[in-house]
């Protein structure tokens, strides 16, 4: 069982930065693939990035490659996603997300989720 708490999401304005971060309990951390997920009303939850279990491999969605950098500590069990050039079309609720040993990227291939930050860009 794995339980992640993500903080750090708030209101900024278009063009600055934000990072969140995610916090797992457990000690099998190293063992999981770990990413971000973001979803608005209406829509699907929509990936945003991953990384592998020793931090080598990264991700990510094409909405976000070049502005959003994910990486995490595995003596600290937390993972970050640093965002920046925030736009107002990435305003969304940001979802810390697990995957045992392989990566992936559908919502419902997911093994555990946090609960959710919100994120929001003004313009």
């Known amino acids: 069982q794995v339980q992640l708490v993500e903080s750090g999401g708030g209101l900024v304005q278009a063009g600055t930065s934000l990072t969140l971060s995610c916090t797992a309990s457990?000690?099998?951390?190293?063992?999981?693939?770990m990413g971000w997920f973001r979803q608005v009303p209406g829509k699907e939850r929509e990936f945003v990035a991953s990384?592998?279990?020793?931090?080598?491999?990264?991700y990510y969605g094409d909405s976000v490659k070049g502005r959003f950098t994910i990486s995490r500590d595995n003596r600290k069990n937390t993972v970050l996603l640093q965002m920046n050039s925030l736009k107002p079309e990435d305003t969304a609720v940001y979802y810390c997300?697990?995957?045992?040993?392989?990566?992936?990227?559908?919502?419902?291939?997911?093994?555990?989720w946090g609960q959710g930050t919100q994120v929001t860009v003004s313009s």
């Open positions: 997300a697990a995957k045992y040993a392989e990566n992936w990227n559908r919502a419902q291939d997911t093994d555990y």
């Open positions: 457990g000690n099998t951390f190293n063992a999981y693939f």
């Open positions: 990384i592998s279990p020793d931090g080598e491999l990264t």
